[in-house]
């Protein structure tokens, strides 16, 4: 019987004792390094395709968000259970590379590194963290495999990664257990997986097994680096580069159009959009995160943003291997409209951008740009969008509101109330932007009075532009109509700048994005507050004398655009609570990831004409939890949560009221 071979007295890691010829190993990485790096160059090729667009700002912000959504995996684990489940499955090849590198240092670049007590952490560590590694594969494959949740697709590449990758981790352990049971080191209790796997093997056994195993294994991981740029594997690599060339600019924020010098407006063919979209494509990982939170997905419409995103990718990669060719032969490519083919119409106005998707993408994909660009080159280039949007177009163009009405009638909603106009009051704290729906829709007028009687009882320095206001113009740009849009704007920037006022005061979230994060690309920068910020104020200042009056079982319906889009949550639910006596309860989709009233992105103005209803849903969710008020800071939330009532016939159960009237009540 053989007996173990003796190893040093001090504390190391005995490297390539049983392996001849290991230097060919260097010659396996060459080779897959090289594929790896033409693979790699492939997908270049793809991205540079699009135009340019500068995300080489703010480096040190950049690095940070790569270290905490990429290395230390926040942004992975807010989805707990897969989230933990991913990090397992990171931590342990990083930490795996990272070992086998520091044996590549000692063994072949000489430097004494595993050596001593550092040597007998390094085994305990790489121990744990193979076992994670497995442990989070092995879960992996149970979950899709065997649980099966909806929103991951189920293909053949994931079972041949996930065993890939759980057989490099079985033979890594396997190769560990028989060294030591071939040299039966002092220190071996340092690895704790290590013995358990020595304990099955006999010194002569070891010693053979030892030697297949390394050479397999090192095969199997060469293979896997060789094709990491040709399969869903390229996140790894994307991923985190795609958090690090994120956008900083605010997240209700979209690109502008030079319409005076572009001869296209919107994208729709490859090339028009920028690198930055292009390269989001190939960074997605298909957890599915998106379409779990996207609302037209849930009520059953054409519209998944994870479908969305792989089918734009597949599309890169078929036009764009076309593009190239043509290129190359000195040719213009032919068109190839994205609409319609790659993507269809139905999932491109499916949108309401509520921006979930992209909130809840842990690899910062920016999904709703991509559609709003499709939707720009439908409805500038082609004169293609929803008959419905007809009427509203050709109201922000007349009459600058969406519903039509006419322009000179904008201040009626002021009759018989204590209005002042900025006409009487050349200076204030507060200009006052109504906005259209507070002007012309009924059950926004009725929060437009509740405002009215809440600024006059605080003495708030407020005026109204009346009739002169327009449109702020949000319908328009995010139905695609830009320059229907910049129209608008424009007119407003310039009223603004003619009177003087401190702040603008806006009940509508969709206003406060636009004035707020889009007016500045116009020259226009302007401090603006939601009614609720300055609400919430006034209370705590003492300046509203609120009298609890009964509301009881009461909740508050985060919109999307208040929400999401500016992370205003406290202020309303404040507000909530000091009017009720003690039942404010939330929703069970509530703050992030609230769940869309169905009126954004234009939306309010469509039909839906497939699924379920989105403002049914999300009313029902209301029911289901015993709310008898539900609260709204937004006048599509309003109008959309309102209907819902009445189409569900919950009006004696469920009572829909903007914050603002809540309060007006009360005082």
Not at 525 to 546: D, S
Not at 647 to 667: G, M, N, P, W
Request: proline share 4%; glycine share 8%.
């Amino acid at each position: 019987m053989q007996e173990a071979i003796v190893t040093s007295t001090t504390p190391t890691r005995e490297i390539y004792w049983n392996i001849d010829g290991h230097l060919l190993i260097y010659a396996a990485f060459a080779l897959a390094l090289g594929i790896f790096i033409y693979g790699f160059y492939r997908r270049i090729r793809l991205w540079k395709l699009g135009k340019p667009e500068p995300r080489n700002d703010q480096i040190g912000r950049r690095i940070w968000v790569v270290i905490r959504d990429g290395l230390l995996q926040k942004s992975v684990v807010r989805d707990r259970e897969p989230g933990l489940m991913h990090a397992g499955i990171f931590g342990g090849m990083i930490v795996l590379t990272i070992g086998t590198f520091l044996v590549l240092l000692q063994a072949d670049f000489g430097m004494p590194i595993l050596y001593g007590q550092f040597g007998l952490y390094y085994d305990l560590i790489l121990d744990i963290f193979g076992a994670v590694f497995i442990l989070g594969l092995c879960y992996a494959l149970i979950r899709r495999y065997l649980i099966r949740p909806a929103r991951l697709n189920i293909i053949y590449e994931d079972a041949f990664i996930l065993f890939g990758l759980l057989f490099i981790g079985i033979t890594g352990f396997l190769l560990e257990g028989t060294r030591i049971a071939a040299t039966q080191p002092a220190w071996s209790a340092w690895s704790p997986v290590g013995v358990v796997i020595a304990s099955w093997y006999t010194p002569e056994t070891a010693v053979l097994h030892h030697r297949i195993l390394w050479w397999v294994h090192m095969a199997v991981s060469m293979g896997f680096i060789a094709y990491i740029p040709f399969s869903k594997l390229m996140h790894i690599i994307i991923s985190p580069a795609n958090m690090f060339f994120k956008t900083f600019k605010p997240r209700g924020e979209l690109a502008t159009i030079d319409i005076e010098n572009s001869e296209t407006f919107g994208v729709s063919d490859i090339p028009e959009f920028t690198w930055k979209q292009l390269f989001d494509l190939d960074a997605c990982t298909q957890c599915g995160r998106c379409q779990d939170q996207c609302p037209a997905y849930t009520s059953e419409k054409p519209l998944s943003p994870k479908k969305l995103i792989l089918d734009l990718q597949s599309h890169l990669t078929l036009r764009g291997s076309t593009i190239i060719k043509a290129k190359k032969a000195g040719n213009e490519p032919d068109p190839d409209a994205i609409a319609g083919n790659a993507v269809s119409e139905d999932e491109i106005w499916a949108c309401t951008t509520c921006m979930a998707c992209q909130e809840h993408c842990p690899v910062s994909i920016e999904h709703v740009q991509k559609i709003v660009d499709l939707r720009r080159s439908l409805v500038l280039m082609d004169s293609k969008f929803p008959q419905e949007l007809n009427l509203a177009f050709k109201g922000l163009e007349t009459n600058a509101n969406p519903w039509n009405m006419g322009a000179a009638t904008r201040g009626d909603w002021m009759e018989d109330l204590n209005v002042p106009t900025i006409m009487d009051h050349p200076e204030v704290d507060y200009l006052w932007f109504v906005g259209c729906a507070g002007a012309f829709d009924d059950k926004a007028k009725a929060t437009s009075a509740a405002l009215v009687k809440i600024l006059n009882a605080a003495g708030v320095s407020y005026a109204v532009l009346g009739a002169d206001e327009q449109c702020c113009g949000d319908p328009a740009r995010r139905s695609g109509n830009e320059y229907v849009f910049q129209m608008l704007a424009q007119a407003n920037i310039e009223m603004f700048k003619s009177v003087k006022f401190k702040k603008i005061l806006t009940a509508c979230p969709h206003c406060l994005n636009v004035i707020m994060n889009e007016y500045p690309q116009f020259d226009g920068k302007f401090e603006v507050v939601h009614h609720t910020q300055l609400i919430a104020e006034l209370i705590a200042e003492g300046r509203l004398n609120i009298q609890k009056n009964g509301l009881p079982a009461a909740s508050f319906h985060d919109s999307c655009y208040l929400g999401r889009y500016h992370d205003i949550y406290k202020a309303p639910r404040d507000i909530m609570k000091a009017v009720s006596d003690g039942g404010f309860r939330e929703l069970a989709r509530n703050h992030d990831r609230s769940f869309c009233c169905g009126g954004g992105g234009a939306r309010f103005f469509m039909e839906e004409n497939t699924g379920k209803r989105i403002n049914h849903l999300r009313i029902q969710e209301a029911a289901d939890a015993e709310v008898k008020m539900l609260g709204v800071a937004c006048p599509f939330c309003l109008t959309m949560l309102g209907d819902a009532v009445k189409e569900k016939e919950l009006d004696a159960s469920i009572e829909v009221k903007d914050i603002a009237q809540l309060v007006a009540e009360r005082i």
